[in-house]
């Protein structure tokens, strides 16, 4: 089916929700609706999928992961055929197979993402499995020595930050730096407790007539507190000033006076308190029994049952999108990676104004991706008077524009 969007969509693929590995802060494990959905698609509705999306413009991109996205057990012939269709993908894995898989993977300019909690024991003992940091290092190698004959594959890490690293990072990032990595990623711990699940539940059976389906509790429990978010600072505070912040930066990019709130769940309410995530528009999530979401607690329906669009049009994804824009985000929202990925504020029905443009939401959307910019900031005076209100677009991914969201109340000036 031939669609043009005004903007781009990432579609989130969890092949399966198997793994070799048993992390400690990983989410996959535990209490939550994850383990329902296990039973994995065959080759076959992934690809009914595939043809369902291949003629969207722009050409949509596929998060691959999981669970470990290697172990789904057609990962080659799935690859190929979104290869063939010239769908971008986009592997997150934890390294441990790719030397299987270099072959498949090198004739394209596939980005993969590879997971790394530290150095030699520290990721060991993260990831629970002995001499795992030298399996991925060697594996690592082997890229190198492909994009050195001329492959395109683009290499990121990713590390999510914990107490066992956080002191850390700089040695971490020096390690790899003769390496040919196109961005180094520091993720702050994604989580929730049952204090905050509870409030989630109650959210979203008066906002939504729902429940909530999601847990985001970690394998093993943590409790980080203000005195870790002043590890992290000073880890970082002259370290990745350094560099350049599209190469090296924290996910989600928070503000120094903001980690202490995020990490307690504290005034979770307040922190980014006027932005919504584009999440329920733009980027869909599939489970591995082709369970669709649009939003990490919001189920809209199975591939196996319906066509994508008529499950992404429906109802239930439409009343997600409707109950952000008349009020705003949910509390869990905050602790959740996808907000901070595209977000914009909610306005009255949905309309904006940038640059002196008055725009619906199809162009604010657009506005996002053309614009490279990801979040805005509001005049909350005029919001009160209910007129349309002047945004900033700030790319929240990138450090150095952290002071504009600081100035929320202010009309300030477009910044371009
Ligand atoms: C869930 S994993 C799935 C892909 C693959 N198994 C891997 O480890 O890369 C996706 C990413 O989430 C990260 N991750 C795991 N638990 C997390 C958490 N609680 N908060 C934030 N990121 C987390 C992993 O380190 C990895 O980079
Ligand atoms: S973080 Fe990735 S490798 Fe680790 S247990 Fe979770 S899914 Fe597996
Ligand atoms: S940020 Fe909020 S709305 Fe967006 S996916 Fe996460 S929980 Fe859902």
Redesign the pocket.
């Known amino acids: 089916m031939n669609i043009e969007l005004p903007f781009n969509m990432d579609f989130i693929i969890n092949l399966t929700y198997r793994?070799n590995?048993r992390?400690k802060?990983?989410?996959?494990y535990g209490k939550n609706y994850k383990e329902q959905a296990i039973e994995e698609m065959n080759i076959q509705d992934w690809i009914n999928f595939l043809n369902d999306i291949k003629d969207v413009t722009p050409k949509p991109k596929l998060i691959l992961?999981?669970?470990?996205?290697f172990l789904y057990k057609d990962f080659e012939k799935l690859f190929k055929i979104a290869v063939s269709y010239n769908l971008k993908t986009h592997i997150?894995?934890?390294?441990y197979y790719l030397d299987k898989f270099i072959p498949i993977l090198k004739d394209t300019d596939t980005d993969i993402?590879?997971?790394l909690?530290g150095l030699f024991n520290v990721h060991d003992e993260i990831r629970n499995q002995k001499n795992l940091f030298k399996k991925v290092v060697q594996n690592i190698k082997l890229i190198d020595e492909a994009q050195k004959s001329g492959s395109k594959m683009r290499m990121r890490i990713?590390?999510?930050i914990l107490p066992e690293n956080v002191d850390k990072v700089a040695d971490f990032y020096n390690y790899f730096k003769d390496y040919d990595i196109d961005t180094f990623t520091f993720?702050?711990?994604?989580?929730s407790d049952e204090e905050l699940n509870n409030l989630t539940q109650k959210q979203w059976r008066e906002r939504l007539g729902q429940d909530y389906c999601m847990g985001?509790i970690?394998k093993e429990k943590y409790n980080l507190n203000a005195a870790f978010a002043n590890r992290y600072i000073n880890a970082t505070k002259d370290f990745i000033k350094n560099y350049s912040p599209e190469k090296c930066f924290s996910f989600p990019a928070l503000a120094y006076e903001e980690l202490a709130d995020y990490y307690t769940n504290n005034n979770l309410d307040n922190l980014r308190k006027n932005m919504i995530c584009t999440t329920a528009w733009t980027t869909p999530a599939i489970e591995p029994n082709g369970n669709v979401s649009n939003c990490i607690g919001n189920i809209i329906g199975n591939l196996k049952e319906n066509s994508f669009w008529d499950i992404w049009n429906n109802d239930k994804a439409q009343k997600l999108r409707d109950a952000l824009i008349t009020d705003g985000k949910f509390t869990i929202c905050t602790k959740c990676?996808n907000f901070y990925k595209g977000n914009f504020i909610a306005a009255p029905e949905g309309k904006l104004e940038i640059n002196g443009y008055k725009l619906e939401l199809p162009d604010v959307l657009n506005y996002i991706q053309s614009s490279k910019c990801v979040a805005f900031i509001r005049d909350t005076d005029r919001e009160q008077k209910n007129e349309y209100i002047p945004v900033i677009p700030i790319n929240i991914h990138r450090p150095q524009y952290l002071d504009f969201i600081k100035k929320e109340n202010e009309i300030i000036t477009i910044i371009e």
């Open positions: 793994c590995l992390c802060m990983c989410t996959q992961m999981g669970g470990e996205p997150i894995t934890n390294g993402t590879i997971s909690d990713n590390q999510v993720q702050h711990l994604q989580s985001l970690p990676c």
